[in-house]
């Protein structure tokens, strides 16, 4: 088993292929990226990285990336992250001890998703605010008497009244995901 420095990477046959620098600036070689099933990465220049060699010292495989530690995290937590290029770190993705999930980052996109999240708090307002402007209205309509035209007396209001609004959204509220 030995540390060594992530240089660059190349693709072959669909596998995931480091190169790095191990014992020195001539020591430079490639193994392929063994990790969990399902998972891929590819880290910033100069990360540590643990390479394990088989037998056959031929053959060996990346296994892991050293990474820094999250002071954040409690017993049982787990954080995913990314960086940028320089190392700096973009997006987290906490699955915290209680339960919870915590994702920070700029956006969160379902590549497969054809909805938008809403701030449901602003939407209610804007929402109750037209809806009472809509009764409001409904509200003058059927108190509006008509003149008659011929002796300028009132006349019987028109058989058609205003209906006011019971919509409700309250029922499109998700309590368990909740955005900034």
């Known amino acids: 088993m030995t540390i060594v420095t992530y240089?660059?990477?190349?693709?072959?046959?669909?596998?995931?292929?480091?190169?790095?620098?191990?014992?020195?600036?001539s020591d430079i070689a490639t193994s392929f990226l063994a990790t969990s099933f399902g998972e891929d990465y590819l880290p910033p220049k100069d990360s540590k990285m643990v390479q394990i060699r088989s037998t056959n010292s031929q053959e060996s495989v990346i296994v892991c990336i050293v990474n820094k530690a999250d002071a954040s995290l409690k017993v049982g937590e787990k954080v995913i992250y990314s960086t940028d290029a320089d190392g700096v770190v973009q997006s987290q993705m906490y699955l915290r001890n209680d339960g919870?999930?915590?994702?920070?980052?700029?956006?969160?996109?379902?590549?497969?998703?054809?909805?938008?999240?809403?701030?449901y708090s602003k939407l209610e307002s804007e929402f109750n605010e037209l809806k009472g402007k809509y009764n409001d209205l409904v509200t003058q309509f059927n108190a509006h008497i008509h003149t008659a035209p011929s002796s300028g007396g009132p006349t019987t209001p028109p058989s058609v009244t205003g209906t006011f609004s019971v919509a409700d959204i309250t029922q499109s509220k998700i309590d368990e995901i909740i955005v900034p």
């Open 7 to 25: 240089i660059s990477q190349t693709i072959e046959k669909s596998f995931r292929k480091f190169k790095f620098l191990r014992f020195g600036r």
């Open 100 to 119: 919870k999930v915590e994702v920070k980052g700029t956006s969160v996109e379902f590549l497969e998703g054809t909805d938008n999240a809403v701030r």
